[in-house]
């Protein structure tokens, strides 16, 4: 079975302050992979997803990730954060059925 | 974009008893639906993916008779948890994706349930 792994649990940092979010997947045939941000009281939005292509994907709300194979990894980005994206952020890999497998989230705390 | 609703956004419930939470497609139609779990602070894991016309398919240890699902429309999926219980006290999420192999789910806001 596919798994995603995400390798921060909380991430604080300072608005206009660079962001990166570590997410690995194992290796199941083709690869699908998302970003998805559940914001305070809100469902969860997608970011950005990757399915073939462009290895750098380019997101909503000026996200990004990139598609490294040889790592198994998609990692996202923002250059500078803002204060509201203050958020928790889910990785996940599309199997069989469309099925989502989320890795466990990384709540970023961006203070003002 | 698309919209899903949930209803209730919340809820709360006496041990025992069974509680209904309605998943809704509101500007598409849903073949597939599916039925997530989140703890708190924790991710989110599915339970079940609901089929319109057939029946669930649970995910490995999600008990079917305690979690039953209903999707007997394409706009419309529900899950019944049946005789409650403290540690059923979770947020609950469903997800709508519109046909095709590569559409995105499009999350509903949560049911929050608390068994007493």
């Known amino acids: 079975a596919q798994s995603v792994s995400q390798h921060n649990h909380h991430v604080i940092l300072s608005e206009a302050a660079s962001l990166e979010l570590g997410c690995n997947y194992s290796y199941g045939g083709t690869v699908n992979l998302f970003w998805y941000v559940q914001y305070p009281g809100q469902h969860l939005q997608l970011l950005l997803k990757y399915f073939s292509g462009d290895p750098l994907v380019k997101g909503i709300k000026g996200f990004e990730a990139e598609f490294i194979k040889s790592k198994f990894s998609f990692n996202l980005r923002k250059p500078s954060v803002q204060w509201s994206d203050t958020a928790e952020y889910f990785c996940a890999t599309k199997a069989a059925g469309n099925k989502l497998t989320f890795g466990g989230g990384t709540r970023v705390l961006v203070k003002p | 974009g698309a919209v899903v609703s949930q209803h209730p956004s919340w809820v709360i419930c006496k041990s025992g008893t069974s509680v209904k939470i309605e998943c809704r497609s ?91």
Request: aromatic share 14%; charged share 15%.
């Open chain 2, 26 to 116: 509101l500007d598409f139609q849903a073949t597939t639906m599916f039925w997530y779990r989140q703890f708190p602070k924790q991710s989110l894991m599915l339970m079940a993916t609901s089929n319109e016309g057939s029946k669930a398919t649970y995910e490995q240890g999600v008990e079917k008779d305690k979690f039953l699902i209903n999707h007997a429309s394409l706009t419309l999926s529900t899950l019944t948890v049946t005789s409650a219980h403290p540690e059923d006290s979770s947020f609950y999420i469903c997800s709508a994706t519109p046909p095709g192999e590569y559409n995105e789910q499009f999350f509903g806001p949560g049911t929050r349930l608390t068994v007493l």
